[in-house]
């Protein structure tokens, strides 16, 4: 039997474990730290004295690539959410709330309703978004803005949601294959979905399980650091416990961040400029949420953008969060619990004694034109050697469904070269 070697166990690298295991291969992962999962992981919080999720993800019921993979390892009740495609919005310093709620089937049968559209818009402004099919290189503001307020209330947030990156740098064609998959095939291809115990209960203690049932290797604090290789392939990984030989008809999956994928084999192509982004957490005593149909909420004109509940932890995400990640803890904490107390039924001048700023440094790569085109294809010139990573161009932004895809797409190319 032929070995696989996952080089990290991130997403995309646990993804690729699955899909070579499936394949009849003998599995190792090799993960430098003593925890799966990369930058998508739960942990106990000390200050917050509860488990809380590195980052707030949210996912879309057209994910295809996130539920395969959630199905296979046995995971697929761990994602929930609304039976309806409905998004709810409040615009801080207007005041307007609204929602934006899809219709079953493609045809957006909303827009023609001018109580259903985003409030403030024009039909014309919904059309604009045929501009997407020819954005070459263009920025999501070079295609939009100037068009009213959709370009404020939907493709400003939504690309920085989407991409991690504001509208005025972010590149507009990582929207179009999002938007194909999900809100243009309609209702039941964009409910949206959050982890019900978590990321870690969700992607990644059901793979390790899944993994370690079928016989494969999970090592951790295994860290890799250089390859060996000849003209032909891979030919071992040098790891902190020995020389590990990679033997003909073994593959080999390199599933790391860009960086330390640059520092293992240096002429690879990768971006090299990051994005953070914050997130808040406040253990609340009694989350009610008076205001809102949904445990999710945008926001507008806020330093919040995007507030989540779960059982007693509210919780707000930041993307493109340079400008946040620059502030000092105690003023994020103040500005998002003032911004988000009304919402939760809660005293916006008595923030719960529990709170916790993370702030992901390099949670992204920077969606911008110039960043795509250092993104590199996963086929290296060694045959028997993949990348995988939300960094690797499969079209997608870098978010959960882009990981497991590049980790899959990886894992069933090796495949189908052995096959031939």
């Known amino acids: 039997m032929a070995t696989a070697h996952i080089i990290g166990a991130g997403v995309a690298g646990l993804a690729a474990a699955v899909e070579l295991s499936t394949a009849q ?4 992962v090799h993960e430098q730290s003593g925890q799966a999962g990369g930058r998508c992981r739960s942990f106990h919080d000390n200050t917050l004295d509860c488990i809380i999720d590195n980052g707030n993800h949210l996912l879309l019921s057209g994910n295809k690539s996130a539920l395969s993979y959630l199905e296979t390892i046995g995971a697929s009740d761990e994602l929930i959410g609304p039976e309806r495609a409905e998004f709810p919005f409040v615009d801080l310093k207007s005041g307007e709330r609204w929602s934006i709620e899809l219709d079953r089937g493609p045809m957006p049968w909303w827009i023609l309703d001018k109580d259903r559209r985003v409030p403030g818009t024009r039909l014309s402004e919904y059309l604009s978004g045929l501009k997407l099919l020819s954005a070459g290189n263009r920025t999501v503001q070079q295609l939009f803005a100037g068009q009213g307020q959709l370009y404020e209330r939907f493709w400003d ?3 920085i949601a989407v991409i991690n990156t504001s509208a005025d740098q972010a590149a507009a064609r990582l929207l179009t294959p999002v938007i194909r998959e999900t809100l243009a095939r309609g209702a ?9 115990h978590g990321l870690s209960a969700t992607f ?4 390790i399980k899944w993994l370690e049932n079928r016989g494969c290797e999970v090592r951790f604090n295994d860290r890799v650091s250089a390859i060996s290789t000849d003209d032909r392939r891979v030919t071992a990984l040098e790891t902190g416990k020995g020389s590990e030989l990679i033997n003909p008809g073994d593959v080999v999956v390199m599933a790391v961040p860009a960086w330390v994928a640059k520092s293992l084999i240096a002429d690879v192509s990768v971006p090299d400029a990051f994005v953070p982004i914050v997130n808040v957490h406040f253990r609340v005593a009694n989350p009610r949420m008076p205001l809102m149909k949904r445990p999710l909420l945008g926001m507008l004109n806020s330093l919040s953008q995007w507030l989540f509940v779960r059982d007693d932890v509210a919780s707000v995400t930041i993307s493109a969060g340079d400008e946040a990640a620059s502030r000092e803890a105690s003023d994020i904490l103040d500005t998002v ?3 988000i107390a009304p919402e939760i039924g ?3 001048d008595n923030m719960p004694a529990r709170a916790r700023v993370i702030k992901e440094r390099r949670a992204t790569f920077l969606g911008t034109p110039e960043q795509l085109e250092k993104r590199p294809s996963s086929s290296t010139k060694w045959p028997n050697l993949v990348l995988s990573g939300d960094w690797v161009d499969n079209g997608l932004p870098s978010t959960i469904e882009g990981s497991i895809r590049s980790g899959q797409s990886a894992a069933r190319q090796l495949v189908q070269r052995i096959a031939s």
């Open 337 to 339: 619990w003032r911004e």
């Open 204 to 207: 990644v203690t059901p793979a």
């Open 157 to 159: 947030p939504f690309t």
């Open 346 to 348: 809660q005293d916006p």
């Open 188 to 196: 039941e291809y964009s409910r949206p979905l959050i982890a019900r």
């Open 25 to 28: 291969f003998r599995v190792i």
